[in-house]
């Protein structure tokens, strides 16, 4: 696949397929939290990508926001309430959570990243179009098939489509200061009230001026307003800041300069935290025992110890640069995080195609698209290709061609693909392209007699399948016990069922999306 790859079976305990658990894409608005139904798991706050509504799902959670007036949204990018939110939007919840997943929201937190003219949009270099470069304010984000994207689609803007629209971006920042966008929407053109953030440079109080990437920002310190107790002399020292104002060529007249996204990740000493972001410094050993460490992500140092429980497969050694990962653990007075829980955010498997009828659970929440398992949980989100519109789980229509990303799972012999994103097509697929699959994922057997290659959980037939490389070199590769990454295009019987033939089978690498 175009992205990196965790080169190991993720392994779980046969009880983790869940059995009725919430969707994550809908459902009536719950009642305020009953303890009895569970215990607390934390209290504090959780920020992370919406991926449900319903109250709000956020991090794995429902948090019912019924206690909320107004079920209101702190904002000053127009945000203001529940019902504004999108999928995929960075959220910060204040509240409490159970071990049953459930919460109570006591306080609702919306920023956006950016917000301005995209000036400029490059596709994935390596030609497959796993992810497009768009550049925003200077800025470059990533846009990936992960991405919600509001207001055009994610193949428009692989094919340049959308420069000079103005759009609005929740986003991560990344290890070289470039970001990943989480959440991508066109609104409506208005250079008075654009949003950057980035790394400054070049400061000048005298001159009341500095850069932030190509951008001019100039203030005036009589009218301008400075957020979380930053002062005009923290300037020279701040390494990233969020600025709003008017535009103008490439100059931001700022009208306000506040501390940058990492200041939704604060707490006090004590309070329990759930965080989703990408790593920006690696595992670093402390030498005490195997697993005791420290790495960095949202400005925040978290310390690892032989109690921190890793999930999805994950080793320490995996917490590597640009990784998307959700933590949950305890905030130290100094800001720091000791983690209790580590989990996989970014997707490691893909399939796309016209699901099985008749194979939509809406119980346990499956489908099977060309014969692989699809598993959706709370932090699954559905969305419609081209459209605005929020969709549910049990309400994916079986004509419909999906696109799933995921991460590649075995539960003892039950091996599925837990959905991160749906993306649902628009349209009804013709009947020739019912029989038609692509899925990208690690090889997990192979043989040549008889002649095939297990992916993603199915068996696909590859005599006569067209390799862009060598078939012989990945046998020997995969039977040395190297990892081994393919995209597989291939057809089945009718109605997606067995036997799937290989058309196509290529050869991905597990760094080539850098």
């Known amino acids: 696949m175009k992205r990196t790859l965790l080169n190991r079976s993720i392994g779980l305990t046969a009880g983790t397929l869940a059995l009725g658990i919430l969707s994550a894409c809908g459902g009536g608005a719950g009642t305020s939290l009953d303890v009895a ?4 798991r934390g209290t504090g706050s959780s920020v992370g990508p919406v991926s449900g509504f319903g109250s709000v799902f956020v991090n794995g959670v429902r948090f019912d926001t019924s206690g909320i007036t107004n079920r209101a949204v702190t904002s000053d990018d127009g945000i203001t309430s529940e019902d504004l939110l999108s999928e995929g939007m960075i959220l910060r919840v204040e509240g409490q959570w159970l071990d049953t997943n459930e919460g109570t929201a006591d306080s609702l937190e919306y920023d956006d990243t950016l917000r301005g003219p995209l000036s400029a ?6 030609g497959a179009g796993e992810f497009v470069t768009a550049t925003v304010l200077g800025q470059s984000v990533r846009v990936d098939r992960q991405t919600v994207v509001r207001g055009t689609s994610f193949a428009s803007l692989l094919s340049g489509q959308g420069e000079g629209q103005t759009v609005r971006i929740s986003a991560w920042q990344q290890p070289d200061g470039s970001y990943r966008a989480g959440y991508l929407a066109v609104v409506a053109e208005d250079l008075t009230d654009v949003e950057l953030e980035g790394v400054v440079a070049d400061v000048d109080i005298d001159l009341n001026q500095f850069r932030i990437g190509s951008i001019l ?73 195997a697993r005791s460490g420290t790495f960095t992500m949202a400005g925040r ?7 921190t429980e890793l999930d999805d497969g994950l080793t320490v050694e995996d917490l590597q640069p640009g990784l998307l990962i959700q933590v949950e653990g305890v905030l130290s007075d100094s800001g720091n995080v000791l983690a209790t829980e580590i989990e996989l955010r970014d997707a490691n498997g893909e399939v796309k195609g016209v699901m099985t009828p008749g194979s939509l659970s809406t119980a346990v929440q499956t489908l099977r698209i060309g014969g692989v398992l699809v598993q959706a949980t709370s932090r699954t989100i559905v969305t419609l290709e081209d459209n605005d519109q929020s969709i549910r789980f049990d309400q994916i229509p079986e004509e419909r ?18 959905a991160l994103k749906i993306e649902v097509d628009n349209e009804n697929a013709d009947l020739a392209e019912r029989t038609l699959f692509e899925l990208e994922g690690q090889v997990r057997d192979m043989s040549s007699i008889p002649s095939f290659i297990e992916v993603l959980g199915i068996r696909i037939g590859d005599v006569g399948a067209d390799y862009d490389s060598d078939r012989g070199t990945i046998y020997s590769d995969f039977n040395a016990g190297e990892a081994v990454f393919v995209e597989v295009e291939y057809t089945s019987a009718a109605n997606g069922q067995p036997p799937y033939t290989a058309d196509e089978i290529e050869l991905e690498s597990e760094d080539n999306d850098n």
């Open 217 to 289: 920002v100039e203030y005036d310190d009589g009218s301008v307003i400075f957020g979380s107790s930053l002062t005009e002399a923290d300037l020279e020292s701040a390494d990233s800041l969020e600025v709003e104002g008017s535009l103008s060529g490439s100059t931001l007249t700022a009208r306000s300069i506040d501390r940058d996204d990492t200041r939704r990740y604060a707490g006090t000493d004590g309070e329990d935290i759930e965080i989703t972001n990408v790593v920006l410094d690696g595992f670093v050993p402390a030498g005490i025992d």
């Open 301 to 307: 140092t978290v310390f690892v110890d032989d109690q």
């Open 37 to 40: 139904d569970g215990g607390i």
């Open 401 to 418: 061609t999906l696109e799933v990303e995921g991460i590649d799972r075995l539960s003892g012999d039950l091996h599925y693909l837990e």
């Open 121 to 126: 949009l490059a596709p994935d270099p390596s």
